[in-house]
């Protein structure tokens, strides 16, 4: 993949995680509505609370166990820090950590491509393996 597909995907991948993080999305109206309503029920809460701890330490710990095996383990683990995310404040902080140490991560690794990319070019041919 070119450097110019690459960042053609990633602005297009970052255009659409902007659009869906929009707060007036119907899906997301409708999640505030029931999370509203759950509210409004102290014990329903509590057991909610509960529910999505559980749900999200399981995927966190099932993308945990996947992460050195093929497959989307990374991806799991931030959709269960995702899921905790809506109820636990620090598991949102968690998340946003991870997604800017992320960011800074690929800005490192494609500058490094680059440098690379660009001593190689700048290399005579002889001197090349």
């Given at each position: 993949?070119?450097?110019?597909?690459?960042?053609?995907?990633?602005?297009?991948?970052?255009?659409?995680?902007?659009?869906?993080?929009?707060?007036?999305?119907?899906?997301?109206?409708?999640?505030?509505?029931c999370r509203?309503?759950?509210?409004?029920?102290?014990?329903?809460?509590?057991?909610?609370?509960?529910?999505?701890?559980?749900?999200?330490?399981?995927?966190?710990?099932?993308?945990?166990?996947?992460?050195?095996?093929?497959?989307?383990?990374?991806?799991?683990?931030?959709?269960?820090?995702?899921?905790?995310?809506?109820?636990?404040?620090?598991?949102?902080?968690?998340?946003?950590?991870?997604?800017?140490?992320?960011?800074?991560?690929?800005?490192?690794?494609?500058?490094?491509?680059?440098?690379?990319?660009?001593?190689?070019?700048?290399?005579?041919?002889?001197?090349?393996?």
């Amino acid at each position: 993949m070119s450097s110019e597909t690459a960042s053609a995907l990633e602005r297009t991948v970052r255009a659409e995680i902007v659009e869906a993080e929009r707060p007036d999305r119907p899906i997301r109206r409708m999640l505030r509505r029931c999370r509203a309503w759950i509210a409004r029920h102290p014990r329903l809460q509590h057991a909610y609370r509960v529910a999505v701890a559980i749900v999200g330490t399981v995927m966190v710990l099932g993308g945990l166990v996947l992460v050195p095996l093929p497959g989307p383990g990374w991806l799991v683990v931030f959709l269960g820090l995702a899921v905790l995310g809506t109820e636990f404040h620090w598991a949102h902080r968690l998340s946003s950590w991870l997604k800017r140490m992320l960011d800074r991560f690929w800005a490192w690794w494609h500058a490094r491509r680059a440098r690379r990319a660009a001593a190689r070019r700048a290399q005579p041919a002889t001197v090349r393996r």
